[in-house]
């Protein structure tokens, strides 16, 4: 088990449990579409590091879009291994070939 799949299992035990006890309770009470929206400033934040070249920042930014990312995909009951099966079938492949085969739409 990864350190990811340690926190992808955190949060999950997190899930319907007291808002005022977790940070984590509380943004999964709020919906799937907050969780979503809480992902994407932390994404705009970590660009914004990126931008500057602060390294130190950056991974710390970082840490938090991984975070956010799993929130989000636990308020819509999607598996972390769920987002590594389709790296793993994109392994190898050509960014370009893999993004030219993806269906329209």
């Avoid at 790296?87 to 030219?100: H, M």
């Amino acid at each position: 088990m990864t350190l990811l799949h340690d926190l992808e299992q955190t949060i999950l035990s997190r899930k319907g449990t007291d808002p005022d006890t977790s940070w984590t309770a509380k943004l999964l009470s709020k919906g799937p579409e907050k969780c979503a929206e809480k992902f994407g400033e932390e994404a705009i934040e970590a660009i914004i590091e990126a931008v500057k070249d602060d390294k130190a920042k950056l991974a710390s930014e970082g840490a938090d879009v991984l975070y956010h990312f799993l929130v989000m995909l636990a308020a819509r009951d999607v598996a972390l291994d769920d987002v590594l099966t389709v790296l793993a079938e994109r392994q190898g492949l050509s960014g370009l070939a893999e993004k030219a085969a993806r269906p329209k739409g």
